[in-house]
């Protein structure tokens, strides 16, 4: 009896020279991003990056070859693209803060002196 066999689909091959992506499958949505090219798209250090990824903020996927072994990160152009949208909800935590009222140094009578 034969089992039917399914096309595999191309291995995965590094490609970091177009900006850091390693295309796991065929399609360009397949293409998954290295810390660094997530940090280039936001704009923030690969240390910012990997703590998102440490409080599990990001979602990424560790493809190092043994788990012993140093950890290799990559998040997929869909997992960064809910990350921003969440973020972009995060209201600001401060508010402006209102400016001292400025006394009238030329009229030691102003109201600011007043009881």
Do not use: Y
Request: proline share 10%.
């Amino acid at each position: 009896m034969s089992i039917p066999t399914q096309p595999h689909p191309e291995p995965a091959s590094a490609n970091f020279s177009d900006g850091g992506s390693l295309a796991v499958g065929t399609s360009e949505g397949d293409r998954l991003l290295t810390r660094p090219a997530v940090a280039r798209r936001c704009g923030v250090g690969v240390g910012t990056v990997q703590a998102w990824i440490d409080s599990g903020e990001l979602a990424a996927v560790n493809l190092a070859a043994d788990a012993r072994r140093k950890p290799r990160w990559f998040v997929s152009p869909a997992a960064l693209e809910d990350f921003l949208r969440r973020r972009a909800k995060v209201p600001a935590t401060t508010a402006p803060v209102p400016r001292r009222q400025q006394r009238d140094r030329r009229d030691p009578n102003s109201e600011l002196f007043r009881h």
